[in-house]
């Protein structure tokens, strides 16, 4: 499995624990974020993340701002993305089970390390539901790209 990791300025610490995290779970990632505080523009992060997840060239996603609102917001603009703001472990599988989000967006300004470690653990462990419920819920999702007319 191939993760696509991106940050902001706000989350370069939590990266790189994060990045040693998915190496201990045997995940390879891919470090398309920043590695200085330098300030930077969240959506320039999650576009290059999203669009890796989008094109393919990653399995997931795995996005980390201040809060991991706004790389969520910027990230679901991208059609193909489902990309979920997880605070709890309990969201991760929410998410990837009921959601099918291919995308993980944590906050590093409210998140701690050792929870978010929990929470990408739940996150790449936890397969999408094929129940149909689920898969009819999320298909409806993904219409809207199109009714919006994206493609
Ligand atoms: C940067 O200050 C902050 O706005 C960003 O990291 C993120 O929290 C945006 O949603």
């Known amino acids: 499995m191939k993760i696509a990791v991106g940050n902001d300025h706000a989350a370069v610490q ?81 998410a990837r089970e009921h959601n099918h989000a291919n995308v993980c967006c944590l906050g590093a300004r409210v998140t701690g390390d050792e929870l978010a470690k929990a929470i990408v653990s739940e996150f790449v462990r936890t397969p999408v539901s094929d129940d149909e419920r689920h898969l009819r819920r999320v298909r409806k999702i993904d219409a809207l790209d199109a009714e919006c007319g994206r493609p």
Not at 28 to 54: F, M
Not at 67 to 79: C, D, F, H, Q
């Open 14 to 94: 939590l990266k790189q624990v994060l990045l040693v995290h998915l190496h201990e779970l045997g995940v390879e990632a891919d470090n398309l974020g920043v590695d200085t505080e330098e300030s930077v523009d969240y959506p320039d992060c999650a576009r290059r993340v999203a669009r890796a997840v989008a094109a393919g060239d990653a399995d997931l996603g795995l996005l980390i701002c201040g809060t991991g609102i706004g790389m969520s917001m910027a990230a679901n603009k991208v059609p193909g993305v489902r990309a979920a703001l997880c605070c709890l472990e309990y969201h991760a599988r929410m």
